[in-house]
């Protein structure tokens, strides 16, 4: 378990929704202020509002891609690629990004799980925005 994890794993557990989980332990490095961070997404928790749609850990994930990824010269359809390579990954550790047929897998571990998938993209993708780091 890698540091940014066990510290989503926490603010999870300390009352934050899983997508703020995820978020928050990479605005800094992404240039996003943590108040702003936890605005955007606070409606994502609980599979969008606690639809149990696609996991808030996951949007958590592409918006991160967002900031990460997505310049005015990036293309949708290349942001878009990240996004499906971000959902495929998480597929292969929990075979779904949807909320509701997750519900066996304990919420802590998804959020540990999208955090390390997005730790290991920035590794092998340089990000295409600064990065604070």
Known sequence: MSEKSEKAKELFLSGHNCAQAVLAVFCEELGLDYDTAMKISSSFGGG??????VCGTVSAMFMAA???????ENDKQAQYKIVQELAQNFKDRNNTIICRDLAKVPCPKLVEDSVEIFEE????????VAVNQ
């Open 121 to 128: 993209y920035l590794k092998e993708h340089k990000p295409q």
């Open 48 to 53: 969008m509002g606690r639809m149990k749609e």
């Open 66 to 72: 967002g900031l990460a990824y997505n310049t005015k």
